[in-house]
């Protein structure tokens, strides 16, 4: 069974960083692409970031790109989430996923396993 937990959340002021962790058991952790969604209050959950299972290809959504990097270390099992100049409108829970293939995928369907989220707050 493949389990995902995200960890590093927590309340910040917008301008602050925050780094998330994903720690993956339970699957080969490096044969897949892995990525970064999140859900703010009464809106739907959105993509934010992925990695293929090498870490060669990243993808973001454009309201992140030059603030956020999303990077794996195969050897620990584990997906990160660096996130610097934090706004307001990243307030969200953030949830990691495991993608159904190598390569980086930006819509829900193509992860198949999914943690339980991190809150990540920030005040203005």
């Known amino acids: 069974q493949v389990q995902l937990v995200e960890s590093g959340g927590g309340l910040v002021q917008a301008g602050g960083s925050l780094t998330l962790s994903c720690a993956a058991s339970?699957?080969?952790?490096?044969?897949?692409?892995m990525g970064w969604f999140r859900q703010a209050p009464g809106k739907g959950r959105e993509f934010v970031a992925a990695?293929?299972?090498?870490?060669?290809?990243?993808r973001y959504r454009d309201s992140v790109t030059g603030r956020f990097t999303i990077s794996r270390d195969n050897a620990k099992n584990t997906v990160y989430l660096q996130m610097n100049n934090l706004k307001p409108e990243d307030t969200a829970v953030y949830y990691c996923?495991?993608?159904?293939?190598?390569?980086?995928?930006?819509?829900?369907?193509?992860?198949?396993?999914w943690g339980q989220g991190t809150q990540v707050t920030v005040s203005s």
């Open positions: 339970g699957s080969t952790f490096s044969s897949y692409g």
């Open positions: 996923a495991r993608g159904r293939y190598q390569v980086v995928g930006t819509g829900s369907s193509f992860y198949d396993y």
């Open positions: 990695i293929s299972w090498t870490g060669g290809d990243t």
